[in-house]
């Protein structure tokens, strides 16, 4: 019967949401708030009570209504703010397009939900390390406090793009993109 009532209530969302014109979510600010069995694992998947959500009008659906509060990562509308799981990054970049080059560069990232985005002082390019193994895990920002992870593949483009600037720590690198230039890590 619990599995039942979830799976309603994550259809009740959908349909919810489904049939208004959304303010922005920042100025939703509902009493009713709770735990929703929603996990978005670094790969980009979105999985429900365990299960890979496959519809991705509904993953996208929800990642549109989706913020970054100081208590993690919820799904919210006019009614309701359910907090979320988030293993890394609430979204992935899939895919990188490249116009212009040098400082007149501009880079254009396509998220797992579709969202476009071009990196630029409001959307940067953040590269962190991991503590122990030192692997990069590159993101760029999204919309609010929402990143995207960048994926592998996507992540060697930028490599490729590469260009030390004057200026900068000798060995470092980075790309620009829209004026800015964004570090990506240093060469040895």
Not at 7 to 20: E, N, P, V, Y
Not at 114 to 139: C, N, W
Request: aromatic share 6%.
């Amino acid at each position: 019967m619990k599995d039942k009532d979830a799976a309603s209530r994550l259809d009740r969302l959908a349909d919810q949401l489904g049939k208004t014109e959304l303010p922005p979510v920042h100025q939703w600010h509902p009493a009713s708030t709770g735990d929703m069995d929603l996990r978005i694992a670094r790969d980009g998947t979105w999985y429900y009570m365990n299960s890979p959500i496959n519809r991705r009008r509904l993953v996208r659906l929800l990642a549109s209504v989706m913020r970054r509060d100081d208590d993690g990562y919820c799904l919210v509308t006019p009614t309701e703010k359910l907090r979320i799981q988030v293993e890394d990054a609430p979204f992935l970049v899939v895919e990188m397009e490249q116009e212009n080059d040098g400082d007149l560069q501009r880079l254009l990232f396509r998220t797992n939900v579709d969202d476009v985005v071009a990196a630029d002082k409001q959307h940067p390019i953040l590269v962190t390390h991991h503590p122990l193994s030192g692997e990069p895990s590159p993101y760029v920002r999204v919309r609010d406090r929402l990143d995207a992870l960048i994926s592998r593949p996507v992540f060697y483009q930028l490599v490729d793009l590469a260009v030390e600037k004057t200026g900068t720590r000798t060995g470092e690198r980075g790309v620009w993109s829209c004026g800015s230039f964004f570090v990506l890590g240093e060469v040895s």
